[in-house]
Each structure stands twice: as C-alpha cells, then as structure tokens.
C-alpha cells in the first residue's frame, strides 16, 4: 500500500503512503494498495489505485484528480495496469484482483473485467475478452494495441487493431503460453520496445516476442517477475519488479 521512489544511484525512500487505500477494512484485502503506474507526457502520475477501486492522477500541485471510478453507475473492481496513448487517453484494465475474494466477493459490481479508455473525462468500454484483463501496450506506431490475461487456464495475449477514433477492433491471439507456464502462475505486465518487440511477464521472467510472435527469448530473475519498465539516460536499461526485490537490465 505504498509507491516507492527509486533513484539510479540507489536511494529508495516512501513516495506515497496509503496509495490504494486507507478504509477501516483494510485488513480484509490481499492486494488493497495501488497497482499500474505511469507518466503522461506532462510528467503526472497516473495510479490504478485497487482499493478505492479507482484511477487517479498526481498533478503538479500535489493534488489529486480522480479519473474513472465507475462504469455506468457501477463501481469499477480494481483498476490493474494502464498505459497513455500519445493523445493523452488513458487505458486501463479493470480485473476484480483487489477485491478480497477476487471474482466471489459481494462487493463486486461489475459482472465482467473489462479494459476502458478514459478521454476527455468520458470512460469507454473497449472490450471483455479477457477473465484477467491484465497488462497493456500500444505498438510504437499505436495502430495495434496489445493486453495479456491472467488466467492459469488461458495465458494469451491478443492483438487489436486501433480504430482512428481510439477504440479496438477484433483482436486475435498473438501468443499462447498456456503451455509454457505451469501451475497457477499467468501474465502479468507488459511492454513493447521501439522495434515493435512485445515483453510479457509470465513465471520463470519476461517472454519476449518480435511483433509477428516468434518467441525471441527468455529473460529470467530470482524472483518472479510481474512487471518492468524502461528507464536509465538513454532508455535502454530494463527495470524489474519482482514481488519483494527490484532488479535492472542493460539492454
């Protein structure tokens, strides 16, 4: 329940507390604190906050916006993962995994997990392909947008292609590895690089595919990886999260 900042010489200090929750309850959730987190282009952050079952955004001022709560009058579940589109929209997957007892909990309001695009202070419904709608990209051009499940029994990504108004069209599986990753464990984050590669974390590390999806390698950690980013000066050094330890990779 709490964003840390880390700086390349290795200082790590609180960034947030109570990032994704703060009610009386809190001892009743397994994931209550924030999830998905990135930058627009003005240098904000944007937060999938599980909990408060919400997105919302740190402006400059310190104060914070909220973007999407609800989706037709419905509290959304527990926004995941997000990425921004080069016009400033925001998409979002929407899984129940914040929620005490996930898809069984009663507090849940939505029947289905789904993925938004929230532009404009308007929420869209994109799709609801997906059990575990989970981690999220757009290709570097942005005419295909990318989303991997969690779901043991059903390890994809798909592909959609972006629509010139922003939505998806029907999307297709772009890798299966349902028979690659045992047991319970599923995917998780995802990313593209420049070159149009798809990175999609799913125990033992990141499976890497080229954008037609032959599988190029295997990148591997102590830890389970569940998500990463691209950081360092010149944008080539991979940064991990790997359940309690964080890990970096020059490219």
Do not use: C
């Not at 990318?146 to 592909?159: E, G, S």
Request: aromatic letters at 12%; a neutral charge.
């Amino acid at each position: 329940n709490t964003i840390y900042k880390y700086t390349e010489a290795g200082m790590l200090s609180v960034f947030r507390d109570k990032s994704g929750y703060d009610a009386a309850d809190i001892a009743e959730y397994g994931q209550p604190g924030s999830n998905g987190l990135t930058f627009d282009r003005q240098g904000r952050l944007t937060i999938n906050e599980h909990g408060r079952h919400r997105v919302s955004r740190l402006e400059a001022n310190g104060r914070v916006t909220v973007l999407a709560d609800n989706y037709q009058g419905k509290r959304l579940n527990s926004p995941n993962d997000l990425v921004v589109k080069s016009d400033g929209a925001v998409y979002f997957t929407d899984p129940p995994f914040g929620l005490p007892k996930f898809y069984d909990d009663p507090r849940k309001e939505l029947a289905f997990s789904g993925v938004y695009r929230v532009k404009n202070g308007k929420l869209t419904l994109l799709t609801t392909d997906f059990k575990g709608p989970n981690g999220l990209a757009f290709s570097p051009d942005e005419k295909y947008f990318y989303l991997d499940n969690w779901d043991p029994r059903a390890k994809l990504v798909k592909r959609y292609p972006v629509r010139s108004d922003g939505t998806l069209g029907v999307g297709t599986v772009f890798a299966d590895l349902t028979s690659l990753i045992p047991g319970d464990e599923a995917l998780d984050g995802l990313k593209v690089d420049v070159q149009g590669n798809v990175y999609v974390s799913g125990a033992p590390g990141i499976w890497i595919f080229d954008s037609s999806g032959t599988l190029l390698g295997n990148v591997q950690a102590p830890k389970p990886i569940h998500n990463f980013a691209w950081g360092g000066a010149d944008g080539r050094t991979l940064y991990l999260t790997a359940r309690s330890s964080l890990y970096r990779l020059p490219l």
